[in-house]
């Protein structure tokens, strides 16, 4: 039972560059999120997703698209890397339990977009 | 707006002292809960102790205490008996809506001493 891994651990990206980064879960949980992390901001919400098949736009969305094809896998795409997109982040899912279930994160990307 | 806020950028404590972390939130939800996780310098974020804001009484994990004060929309993190182990970034999150997306503060970095 691995949790939640993500692919690539680090990566180095040229502006305008495209890639893409992949979470999986093993814990066959219906909630999975995607987030980036910067110095003296926390974590923000880039997209989500509710179920296969769906996905919904969080606080920061712009630069980046996701899907949700398989319920255990949720990726982020950067169509056209830019500086502004040097980030940690961080995959999340949770399950369907009560109001008190926890997110479980993975280790995190470390993208630096040059 | 900002949804959580963390006051205390940084703070040391003492080994075998008690620490007093800060979190304040705005929401007009009725429900909504509230997460704290602890991210050491590896990295992964771990989850320490959730309050429902339902809870009649506050919430207890081990050294970990959650002070709720519900009016003041308040809900401090105490560590008690801080070790040496305990030097990592804590945040505190608020969990809004039915799809569980969760709104990070800025963090305290806190320090133990020996």
């Known amino acids: 039972n691995a949790g939640v891994t993500q692919t690539p651990k680090f990566r180095v990206l040229k502006t305008g560059q495209s890639m893409t980064l992949l979470c999986a879960q093993d814990?066959?949980?219906?909630?999975m999120y995607w987030y980036r992390q910067d110095p003296g901001m926390g974590l923000r919400l880039i997209h989500y997703s509710v179920g296969e098949g769906t996905t919904a736009k969080g606080e920061v969305p712009d630069g980046y698209n996701v899907s949700r094809l398989k319920k255990q896998n949720f990726l982020l795409g950067l169509e056209s890397a830019a500086p502004s997109q040097t980030s940690v982040y961080f995959c999340?899912?949770?399950?369907?339990?009560?109001?008190?279930?926890?997110?479980?994160f993975g280790p995190g990307t470390r993208l630096l977009v040059l | 707006a900002q949804k959580i806020t963390q006051t205390q950028p940084g703070m040391f404590v003492q080994e075998k002292e008690a620490v007093t972390l800060d979190c304040t939130y705005d929401t007009s939800d009725q429900s909504y809960g509230l997460f704290w996780y602890k991210q050491p310098s590896s990295g992964e974020m771990i989850f320490l102790i959730y309050q429902g804001s339902y809870d009649e009484q506050n919430a207890t994990e081990g050294r970990y205490s959650l002070n709720f004060q519900k009016a003041r929309k308040s809900a401090n993190l105490v560590i008690s008996a801080s070790q040496l182990g305990d030097s990592a970034m804590y945040f505190c999150a608020m969990r809004e809506g039915n799809d569980y997306k969760l709104s990070f503060g800025a963090g305290t970095t806190v320090t133990v001493r020996a």
């Open positions: 814990m066959n949980h219906e909630y």
């Open positions: 999340a899912s949770r399950g369907s339990g009560g109001a008190q279930e926890t997110q479980y």
